[in-house]
């Protein structure tokens, strides 16, 4: 995988609200310092939460959001022809893959089945 990383959705809101273990958060703080990255699927989710504060607009505001691309489509049929996931974390999966992007979530029972992709769960560190 590339150096770069794709935040998903649970580590944006919780990461806003404070939700975060401290080593966790200074990961993550260091990746939204740098260039933070987000599929436009974890953009709809974390603006679409039910309590979106500042930080959760700030961060999604300074994010450079990866929209719908043929690549990404293509590759998300394939995933979901491959395995039972969720069309967002199929979209989400996908995005990471076609960029080379590490994907940063807690979600790893969502990602673990898929080969080639790279995880870090902000909250084992």
């Known amino acids: 995988?590339?150096?770069?990383?794709?935040?998903?959705?649970?580590?944006?809101i919780d990461f806003s609200l404070g939700k975060i273990p401290e080593k966790g958060k200074i990961f993550l703080a260091s990746i939204i310092d740098g260039?933070?990255?987000?599929?436009?699927i974890n953009k709809i989710e974390a603006l679409g939460f039910s309590i979106v504060?500042?930080?959760i607009v700030e961060?999604?505001?300074?994010?450079?959001v990866i929209g719908l691309?043929?690549?990404?489509?293509?590759?998300?049929?394939?995933?979901r022809r491959e395995h039972k996931?969720?069309?967002p974390d199929a979209i989400i999966a996908a995005t990471?893959?076609?960029?080379?992007?590490?994907?940063?979530?807690?979600n790893f029972s969502d990602f673990k089945m898929l080969s080639g992709l790279e995880l870090v769960d902000p909250w084992s560190l």
Do not use: W
């Not at 960029?99 to 940063?104: H, M, Q």
């Open 1 to 12: 995988m590339g150096q770069g990383h794709l935040i998903d959705t649970n580590c944006i």
């Open 59 to 64: 961060l999604v505001n300074s994010s450079t």
């Open 69 to 79: 691309t043929d690549e990404i489509i293509n590759q998300t049929i394939v995933i």
């Open 53 to 55: 504060n500042n930080g």
């Open 35 to 40: 260039h933070p990255t987000i599929s436009v």
């Open 85 to 87: 996931i969720k069309l």
């Open 96 to 106: 990471a893959l076609v960029f080379e992007l590490t994907l940063v979530t807690r």
